[in-house]
């Protein structure tokens, strides 16, 4: 069984744990709604089920809510900027903010972010500056656990290490490319799990190194103590575009990269590189619109093939999923209520639907 929540309905209770776990209304407000959206655009894995994890880290002492960003270097169209283990949600956005301003100033911005808390769906921060007309480049890292392997290894090494592209288009909606560079998210290995779900093949490998479909070695520590791990996507190259991901999202925001033994601790930083670049700015925007538009109008041509509906380009999918489950609702399962009413209870808050 599972439970269906209009979207309004589950922010508000949301916040309510949120408050409770010691954030003000405003931030409690800001995360929840941050975390519905994801929900909303089908990315169920950076949605209210991370809830329970930011809760155990807040009293762990790892996530400090009421935490504003720190701009540690400011050179103008170069930022510098320390998230100070606020929630992702809230310094993100203020360091986006800040970085679009940037770029309305010097038609580019160069902003590294490091020491914020999860940022959560990586699309959102794309999708605020395209529709500032800007295109957005992220590159993140994540220090929480070493839960993807390396092409050709066999334990995991780094994180999900996210990569997202936003590009505004002339006459129709943005193009946001915005993915985990490992096979999956690790939040859909733990939805799966929740769930009683077996995974394809080539997602992952076990404790021993060993493939396999059971999402849980990369959820609960296996007999021996230890996780299995994910695999990187499209082998060797996604492989390098995570490695991409930790040496810019993790040396150069200066967050830091993963070098040590995992441990349980429930702490989820993220480090993120951001590039923003008005396009009217560069000396080239009346071409960029003329040939994007002309571009993705002659790809939509091509004929869908058996199996697809039509072609879609990236960002619609999630466009797709807003409006289904703005009008449908949005499903939560049993086990992911289950730990947020648990999480609510930790925090004093007991009058969460059981
Ligand atoms: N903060 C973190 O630490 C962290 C870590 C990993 C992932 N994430 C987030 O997890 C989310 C999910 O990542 P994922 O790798 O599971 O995403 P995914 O595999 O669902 O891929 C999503 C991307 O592919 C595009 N897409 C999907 N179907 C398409 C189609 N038919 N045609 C064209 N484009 C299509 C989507 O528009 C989107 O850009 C992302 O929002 C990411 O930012 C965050």
């Known amino acids: 069984m599972a439970r269906n929540f209009q979207a309004g309905a589950l922010r508000q209770q949301m916040a309510r744990v949120l408050q409770a776990a010691g954030s003000s209304a405003d931030e409690a407000r800001q995360v929840a709604d941050n975390l519905v959206m994801a929900n909303l655009s089908g990315h169920d894995s950076h949605g209210i089920g991370m809830i329970p994890r930011y809760v155990e880290s807040r009293l762990e002492g790892g996530l400090q809510p009421n935490t504003g960003m720190k701009v540690t270097f400011d050179g103008g169209a170069m930022l510098a900027i320390d998230g100070q283990h606020g929630y992702g949600q809230v ?23 490091g020491n914020a808390h999860h940022l959560g769906r990586i699309g959102h921060f794309a999708e605020m500056a395209v529709a500032r007309g800007l295109v957005a480049v992220h590159f993140v890292n994540v220090l929480s656990r070493p839960v993807v392997a390396p092409w050709g290894g066999s334990d995991g090494r780094f994180g999900t290490n996210p990569c997202c592209i936003g590009i505004p288009l002339p006459g129709r909606e ?28 080539g997602y992952l490998i076990d404790e021993h190194g060993r493939p396999t479909t059971d999402p849980g070695v990369v959820v609960v520590p296996q007999s021996n103590g230890l996780l299995g791990a994910l695999l990187p996507f499209g082998e060797h190259k996604g492989y390098g575009m995570a490695i991409a991901c930790e040496l810019l999202g993790g040396a150069l925001s200066g967050g830091g990269t993963w070098h040590r ?17 008005d396009p009217q700015r560069l000396g080239t925007g009346a071409a960029f619109e003329q040939e994007a538009g002309a571009f993705v109008d002659w790809l939509m041509q091509s004929p869908p093939a058996e199996g697809f509906d039509r072609l879609r380009i990236a ?10 489950r703005e009008r449908e609702g949005i499903v939560v399962d049993d086990h992911t209520w289950a730990e947020i009413v648990t999480a609510g209870k930790k925090v004093g808050l007991t009058d969460l639907p059981a």
């Open 91 to 113: 310094v993100g956005v203020q360091a986006i903010e800040l970085a679009m301003e940037r770029a309305a100033q010097h038609g580019s911005c160069i902003m590294a972010l």
């Open 261 to 277: 033994q995992p441990d349980m601790r429930r702490e989820v930083l993220n480090g993120m590189v951001t590039i923003l670049i």
């Open 315 to 324: 960002g619609d999918p999630e466009r797709e999923a807003r409006a289904k």
């Open 174 to 201: 943005p193009f946001v490319l915005d993915f985990a560079t490992s096979r999956v998210a690790q939040g859909k290995m733990r939805v799966a799990h929740n769930e009683g779900r077996r995974v394809p093949d």
